[in-house]
């Protein structure tokens, strides 16, 4: 197993991806966010708004905009014009989970902006939320898929978190 970022020197490089060939390339990354129960509770009661504003319709804007623009935050990522980004966040108990699925038809993938996308879109919850409290939580995140590239790869199913 070699690192692939590393050229024959050990230096950092960036892959060159000039001789692979471009096809559909997907991701999809999940982050969980763990807000206390009174916290999730004065949320659910205002329709998931906060003094900030809209919390989760904020958040889906902010992932989308972080998944594209990855390559500015990640040093060795290749600036992709990514085709389809989606951002849902659902509620489990008083846990929200993120997930934002990528896709490109591209010599290269797109897990790092599934990734980056999850993470901005929880940063953003936290964000819109801190005022209630700072005991919210950003939890696991975690690839959950990709497919199109040399591997393909599905995460087994993730073990349920224990309370906070």
Known sequence: ??????????????VDVGAKSAVRRTAVAETRVRFPAAVADALRGSGWSSPKGPVFDTAIVAGVMGAKRTHELIPFCHPLGIENCQIAIDLEGDTALVRCSVSVHHKTGVEMEALTGASIAALT????????????????????????????????PAEPEDAP
Do not use: Q
Request: charged fraction near 25%.
């Open 1 to 14: 197993m070699s690192f692939t970022h590393l050229d024959a020197g050990r230096r950092p490089t960036m």
């Open 125 to 156: 919850i936290y964000d819109m939320c801190k005022a209630l409290s700072h005991e919210i939580v950003i939890g696991e995140t975690r690839l959950v898929s990709k497919t199109g590239g040399k591997n393909d790869y599905t995460a087994a």
